[in-house]
């Protein structure tokens, strides 16, 4: 099998140097373009050494999209929102795939994907973890057989870094849970609790953020009912999970026809 070419977008971030490593773990993938924010330190640097790998790929910290993404037949995106628009540019230009990790996002970057999907394959994925994605079927199926009476709430837990909440995994577990019960997230959501005052209403989404220290994200989707409650829980121990997943979507997202795909797509969950 020929290695895949993958340019990683965000390197210098958290997700970039897991995303590094677990290229350099793999035959399977090659590292071809790196891409980092204007200004950074390591511009200019080989993206081994920028990310303390202590070996060299011989591709250099760009700020320049167009030259990350030359020669690369999947970007992994793992950055900002607001850089989002510009990343997903630069692929359609050069005809590249995306797998999109950042998340944080608004309607008008999910029209812009669904738009570019007409050009690239794409997906885009607030968790590409194995274990959320496959806690998202079982978070609909539960919402589903239990009464309305069940009341739902969602608690998430990450590192004092993280700058949205509550957590795109949480909210698409949100969504999980509320097409289960037949509507959407934007019909149930209760937003954050806390926020007002009052009792709890029934048939509600509510959620409950925590955010403090390393938490690698932690996420509980709470069904509580007459006399019982069920909890079902995702724990990430190590950021490499994202890495691992994100790369399996890009193997997988390779050389398809454009459209906007899933992590159920590439996980056989759809
Ligand atoms: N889908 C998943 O499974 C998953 C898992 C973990 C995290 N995430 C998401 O992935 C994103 C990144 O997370 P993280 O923990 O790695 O955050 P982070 O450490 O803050 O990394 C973000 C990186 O993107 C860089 N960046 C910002 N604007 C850029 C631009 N215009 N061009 C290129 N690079 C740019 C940042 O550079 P500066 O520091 O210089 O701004 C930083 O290096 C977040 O949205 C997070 O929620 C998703």
Known sequence: MNALRVAVFGVTGRMGHCLVRAIAESP????????????????????????GLGRRFDVPVVADRSAAVAGAEVVVDFTLAAA??????????HGCGLVLGTTGLE?????????????????????????VNLLAKLVRQAAAALPPGYDIEIVEAHH?????????????L?????????????????????????????GGIGFAVV???????DHTVIYAGPGERIE????????????????????WLAGRKPGRYTMDNVLGLA
């Open 28 to 51: 399977e993938f090659r590292l071809v373009g790196a891409l980092a924010a204007p200004g950074v330190p390591e511009l200019g640097r080989d993206a081994g050494e920028a990310v």
């Open 84 to 93: 989002m628009p510009a990343n997903l540019e630069a692929c359609v230009a």
């Open 107 to 131: 309607p008008p970057h999910h029209a812009a994907l669904d738009a570019a999907a007409a050009r690239i394959p794409l997906i885009q994925a607030a968790n590409t973890s194995l274990g």
């Open 160 to 172: 004092r870094h993280k700058v949205d909440a509550p957590s795109g995994t949480a909210l698409k």
């Open 174 to 202: 949100g969504e999980s849970a509320a097409a289960g019960r037949g509507g959407t997230l934007a019909e149930l959501s209760a937003g954050v609790r806390g926020r007002e005052p009052g009792a709890r209403a029934e």
């Open 211 to 217: 955010r403090g220290g390393d938490i690698v994200g």
């Open 232 to 251: 079902l829980a995702h724990r990430a121990h190590d950021r490499m999970t994202f890495a691992w997943g994100a790369l399996r979507a890009a193997r």
